[in-house]
């Protein structure tokens, strides 16, 4: 059978919660997408555009500590706000003015750090957000490996932002694919997207971060985070640091 | 305030796979509605309707052979079909003819029992379909209980039909009580559902485990599972045991 006819037999599942993960990681030879759109994600690869060398995420502030008395510029952020005594936390806007070109950060976040260690035993990670949407379904759809994308949530709990952009993901790579095994947790994620994409700011309004954050005065971060392909650059996790998938 | 101003406090989550359940559970005194739509949950109602009197949910193969042991009728479900040995299995259509009318049951199934099994701390535990929504929908609006909505999922799994009767039931109780506080996971089952009821059916199309009962031939459970209203009555957990509301 060709290919059009048979589909493709790779899969692609959404994740919504880092504690289902071990439910569907079934396989260590797959590629992970970390999702964290609010905004871990989207600060990682707003670092990487502006020129940061490499990133290294930790999950606990222990680690972050550590890294910061041996001398590297460290971020931490926990309920949305910078933890005190760090150097940055994780609006993308940080990176604008390129103030970390060639730098090594560290990075702690409430949730995307952590989703992130969790999918360490996968052969491939890398990191997802509205900002590299093309770039990075691109780089999926190279790699011939099934697809977990991983929504970092609130705290393990399902959040809309996450799974708005894994449903953009698995429409997009579902379709240039031709896919014939989506989950159920795609087709739901998909048609999500499709229901939202045309004002992605609308649909998140009631949602329980994009308050969170409007409460904290980061509607210019919402607007960031939600603005498509402002990036060309996949972060990939390379041992325990990331790096552009151009360097 | 009036309530139509301020809206309900109550908070009514959808929970996506029994493993987030206890993410989602911070609190005894909670109503929480089992959702296995196929077909667990639709079996205990159409149990119940066919003058049942009462049955008792148990998460393993043997626990359901000792109650065989002591006499009992029981049904045992394994990978949608009936397991060898065993009275009956999880479909609804077995109670048709009232066979079992005034008898105490036992039934094992793949998913359903085993999420009734995690929510029995709960202060209120009932048994949620399609078959029974409105009266469902009466009973936990009458309730003055924050409300999860658990669906059985497969095997941990997210699935459609379980997100489907959930959306179902947040969108109904949402609107009639006013709630002010849904959370990230009701929104999108909400809107899942609301892009689906014209057609469950055909919407379930490409779902898993629709595909699965399909190779089963189990297309006249799936027209039942997703018939609503056929019963009035909600099972009520009592201890170890399901009972009808209206006992």
Redesign the interface.
Known sequence: MSEISSGNNRKVE?V??P??FP??FDNNDCIVVVIDVFRATSAICAAFESGVDSLIPVATLEEAIEYKQKGFKVGAERNAEIVEGFDFGNSPLTFKDGRFKNESLVLTTTNGTKALEMAKPANKVVIGAFTNLSALCDYVEREDKDVLLLCAG???????ED?LFAGAVAQKISQNLRFSN????S??AI??YD??KDDLFDFLG????RKRLSRLNMEEDIIYCLTKDQSSIVPVLEGDMLVSNKR
Chains 1, 2 share one sequence.
Not at 154 to 160: A, E, I, M
Not at 206 to 209: G, V
């Open positions: 959404v919504y919660s504690a289902l439910v569907y609130w705290k393990d709990r399902f959040n809309l799974t989506l989950s159920d947790s087709i739901a048609n999500m229901s939202a009631e949602s329980s971060h």
